[in-house]
């Protein structure tokens, strides 16, 4: 079984400039997280889709970062515009229902 | 989400056990009991979940206080991949959502 697909793995851009990261979930998983993980700390709820509809985006920075689930399976993270303490490695995870969660590799992002 | 400590650190000597604590004291009745763990540069990783009852995976096993106000994830043989952050993890009771808190970084030693 395939797992989560995260892409790119590494990105660096300057600050104010916008940033996109792309998920592809474990086939049949409902369930699709974004997470944030600054250094030093575990991750960071921001958004929950169930199906292609948010569950939960009560920790999103509306005001710069949006989410979207195309039809319900892919799904793209973006911040417009960075800032620098949006430097921070981006998870997504799926899941099939519970609590059990299966994560991709995340992306790398480094604002300067 | 049950609030949960856990130490900071911890050492093990490979081929040896490895035994996570865990305290939950505020955990409610329904609530489970979830742990993953990161290894470096890499996303979490689920390795066992339980209620009340023990469990066992073939990763690790699950001890339980009868209270449920504690539990010790146990490695039974620590080998050096092994090394990561291990976290514990009191979701709300369906609420799908994991909250991390800083975990433990357990370091395996050749």
């Known amino acids: 079984e395939a797992g989560v697909a995260q892409s790119p793995r590494y990105k660096i851009i300057e600050k104010r400039q916008s940033v996109a990261f792309w998920c592809n979930p474990i086939s049949g998983h409902a369930t699709l997280y974004w997470y944030q993980q600054i250094l030093g700390q575990g991750p960071k709820l921001l958004i929950q889709f169930q199906n292609n509809g948010v569950v939960d985006d009560s920790q999103l920075p509306k005001d710069r970062f949006s989410a979207e689930r195309l039809k319900g399976v892919d799904s793209t993270l973006k911040i417009q515009p960075a800032k620098l303490e949006d430097s921070a490695v981006y998870l997504c995870a799926t899941g099939a229902g519970g609590e059990t969660q299966y994560f991709g590799p995340g992306t790398r992002l480094l604002v300067l | ?110």
């Open chain 2, 1 to 110: 989400d049950a609030k949960t400590t856990q130490p900071t650190s911890m050492d093990c000597a490979e081929g040896r056990a490895a035994n996570l604590p865990c305290n939950h004291s505020t955990i409610s009745g329904n609530e489970y009991v979830y742990w993953y763990r990161q290894i470096h540069s890499q996303g979490p990783q689920y390795i066992i979940h339980g209620l009340k009852n023990n469990e066992t995976n073939e990763m690790a096993s699950l001890i339980i206080t009868e209270d449920r106000k504690s539990s010790t994830l146990i490695l039974p043989h620590a080998t050096l991949r092994d090394t990561a952050v291990y976290y514990c993890i009191v979701p709300g009771a369906g609420s799908y959502q994991l909250t991390f808190g800083k975990g433990t970084k357990l370091s395996v030693i050749p």
